[in-house]
């Protein structure tokens, strides 16, 4: 029997609703979760900026930001109160420490950070009834000392500007970078701490230790010390004054750097100079049996003079092989025929 698969308008309408439906629940099922996830995914990703994501901002811990700078004579500030425009004022502190506002007078602020300066003006404003629930900010438009001292071994000393919070190296490369007689170390005083100088190590390559990048700040004062030198005097190949790079040298070291000793020298005769408050002593120095290692190698300090002397015999004796030469060079040129 032959099957009539025809069907009204009106069926195929319904047919078509219902295929419609079905295949809609079908292509929600395996992307509900996937599009769950990707939404979870999204609220857990910081927004971007171009292509650049926007991750919170974490301070290094020890670092002394702009705001814990304490205000000084000769600071100009500008202080502003919250839906009060008429209190805006921008003034210089005076050599008392002191800053004049209206309806409030002279108020100290020396010695006092941003912060705690504008806690003592909301107080004053709170306490007076001039404005309730006062919102202060205190903003410091130009420090008394913008810039850095930078001294001792640097191609350029001087005052360089410190605009925001730069760092040492920053500053150092402004004064031209080291010279050649540079230390190992970097003093830097602040200005809110004058009696609390730090000291600073470096590495031979500055890159090793990040940690020597500190903040520097507007009044902070950087002294970069020159390295410790010892001498080699005497009966050697270059006679001169050495850099202490690594803190010590020892007595080999210097001998070398100074190429080495020469064929007429003392080396029973070699001794140390130290320069002391006392005034100078001397150090033997077994500078023949250090060089044959049957005996300690010596470490010198700073300032210390290694010297040595030069052997009279070994002088008369080499004159000596000089003046035979010369006679047999003379005899042999009279014998020719």
């Known amino acids: 029997m032959a099957m009539d698969f025809s069907t009204s308008p009106v069926q195929w309408s319904s047919c078509k609703f219902l295929w419609g439906l079905a295949f809609a629940f079908l292509s929600l099922v395996p992307f509900g979760p996937k599009l769950a996830a990707q939404s979870a995914e999204t609220q857990a990703t910081p927004p971007a900026i171009g292509n650049a994501a926007v991750m919170p901002v974490r301070v290094p811990q020890g670092e002394t930001p702009m705001s814990a700078l304490r205000l000084e004579a000769g600071d100009l500030i500008e202080v502003g109160v919250y839906n009060v425009p008429e209190l805006t004022t921008k003034a210089r502190v005076s050599s008392k420490g002191e800053i004049y506002l209206p ?199 700073a300032e210390d003079i290694l010297f040595v002397p030069t052997s009279a015999a070994k002088v008369f004796a080499g004159r000596a092989v000089d003046v035979a030469v010369q006679a047999a060079a003379a005899a042999s040129i009279v014998a020719l025929p």
């Open 103 to 301: 309806l409030i007078d002279y108020v100290h602020v020396a010695d006092l950070t941003a912060e705690e300066a504008e806690g003592v003006i909301q107080k004053r404003l709170a306490d007076g009834g001039f404005v309730k629930n006062p919102h202060v900010t205190l903003f410091v438009d130009q420090y008394a000392s913008q810039g850095a001292s930078v001294l001792g071994e640097v191609a350029k000393p001087g005052v360089y500007p410190v605009p925001g919070q730069q760092r040492l190296f920053d500053v150092i490369s402004a004064a031209g970078g080291f010279t050649e007689k540079a230390g190992r170390s970097i003093q830097v005083t602040h200005r809110d701490l004058p009696d609390q100088p730090i000291t600073v190590p470096l590495s031979r390559n500055v890159t090793d230790n990040p940690e020597s990048n500190i903040p520097i700040l507007p009044g902070d004062t950087i002294i970069v010390r020159k390295a410790d030198l010892v001498y080699v005097v005497g009966d050697v190949g270059r006679p001169s004054g050495f850099l202490m790079d690594s803190g010590h040298l020892t007595v080999l070291q210097a001998i070398a750097m100074a190429g080495g000793t020469t064929r007429t020298a003392n080396l029973g005769g070699t001794r140390i100079i130290h320069r002391g408050a006392g005034g100078p002593t001397e150090t033997a120095v077994e500078l023949k049996k250090i060089l044959r290692a049957k005996a300690p190698d010596i470490t010198m300090q």
